[in-house]
Nanobody, 121 residues
Framework: QVQLVESGGGLVQSGGSLRLSCEASGTIDSIGDMAWYFQAPEKQRELVARITAGGTAYYADSVKGRFTISRDNAQRLITLQMNYLVPEDTAVYYC???????????????WGQGTQVSVSS
């Protein structure tokens, strides 16, 4: 069984920083692309940042220059460093992974449970 667990959310003032982490665990054979999504109240879940298995990163326009995604394949960990936070960043942030488990011939989408980020003015 594969699990993704996020941590690092919290409440900060505008202009502050947070660092989110997501650790994958379980019977994992390989991990492909991973990403962070966010979902604000009464809105659809949207992509924040994506990182390929080779380490190439992509960002939503709204966070370019402020957020940085990275991964550590040995530790099965991805992080999202968030700087210069603004109230519009307030949302639940979800970790996503394209993962193949032992005994499986194909990858499967996995999601974490989410972590709340709140930015006050």
């Amino acid at each position: 069984q594969v699990q993704l667990v996020e941590s690092g959310g919290g409440l900060v003032q505008s202009g502050g920083s947070l660092r989110l982490s997501c650790e994958a665990s379980g019977t994992i054979d390989s991990i492909g692309d991973m990403a962070w999504y966010f979902q604000a109240p009464e809105k659809q879940r949207e992509l924040v940042a994506r990182i390929t298995a080779g380490g190439t990163a992509y960002y939503a326009d709204s966070v370019k220059g402020r957020f940085t995604i990275s991964r550590d394949n040995a530790q099965r960990l991805i992080t999202l460093q968030m700087n210069y936070l603004v109230p519009e960043d307030t949302a639940v942030y979800y970790c996503y992974g394209d993962i193949r488990s032992w005994g499986s011939s194909m990858t499967q989408d996995y999601w974490g449970q989410g972590t709340q980020v709140s930015v006050s003015s």
